[in-house]
């Protein structure tokens, strides 16, 4: 069965360091995601990406966030400048097209910032 | 603004015992409703989900959800709860016009043998 799949599954980096999360999205898919979840606290949208452009982002997707999809087959997210409140679980998804698709998530990928 | 509430951080049942997670949403139109389940070191795994018709849905691994309007919610319900069900589980609303999905907090569910 395809899945998402995302690299590292573990990033420590100190404040003030860019990261760089990478998300291999499902192949056919058309619509690709970031989420993120703060320990203990709901899983939020970032950002949703289509035709190689941001569709819709969330307040909390400002300009030390951004993504691209440089290769056709994978998916990052970058924060130039982590914050220690930056320290959380990245999802990425994808879904194919259409109101009715359904979201494929990654396993995440733990921000810790140090 | 949709949203979703989860009242129950965490549930212990018993292996062999019924299970229902609760979930109650906000939002004025009919919603779009969906359950994920997060086993530990996994993805979100969509287990069922409801658009429109019959209120009574199955899913997967033996899940069933009610969607009730007149109480805006989305119970989760399993009859008989195995170990491998164990997980953090977590409710959704969509909007019709939108892509994007309004989490719940999430319901970590503990087996016991």
């Known amino acids: 069965e395809p899945e998402v799949t995302q690299t590292p599954s573990h990033q420590v980096t100190q404040m003030g360091q860019e990261v760089i999360l990478r998300c291999v999205p499902i192949?056919?898919?058309?619509?690709f995601y970031w989420y993120r979840q703060i320990l203990g606290q709901k899983v939020e949208f970032l950002v949703s990406f289509y035709n190689n452009e941001i569709s819709e982002k969330s307040e909390i997707f400002d300009d030390q966030f951004s993504v691209e999809r440089p290769d056709g087959s994978n998916f990052t997210l970058k924060i130039r400048s982590t914050k220690l409140e930056d320290s959380a679980m990245y999802f990425c998804?994808?879904?194919?097209?259409?109101?009715?698709?359904?979201?494929?998530f990654g396993p995440g990928t733990r921000l810790t910032v140090t | 603004a949709q949203s979703v509430t989860q009242p129950d951080i965490h549930i212990t049942v018993s292996e062999g015992a019924s299970l229902e997670l609760r979930c109650n949403y906000s939002?004025?139109?009919?919603?779009?409703l969906f359950w994920y389940v997060q086993s530990p070191g996994q993805g979100l795994q969509l287990l069922l989900k409801?658009?429109?018709?019959?209120?009574l849905v199955q899913g997967i691994k033996g899940f069933e959800a009610e969607f009730k309007r007149s109480q805006s919610s989305f119970n989760l319900r399993k009859p008989s709860v195995h170990w491998s069900d164990a997980a953090e589980y977590f409710c959704?609303?969509?909007?019709?016009?939108?892509?994007?999905?309004?989490f719940g907090r999430g319901t970590s569910l503990i087996v016991h043998p």
């Open positions: 409801y658009f429109s018709g019959d209120t």
């Open positions: 939002y004025g139109a009919t919603p779009y």
């Open positions: 998804a994808s879904s194919g097209q259409g109101a009715l698709s359904e979201q494929y």
């Open positions: 192949s056919n898919h058309l619509y």
């Open positions: 959704a609303v969509r909007s019709g016009g939108s892509y994007i999905p309004t």
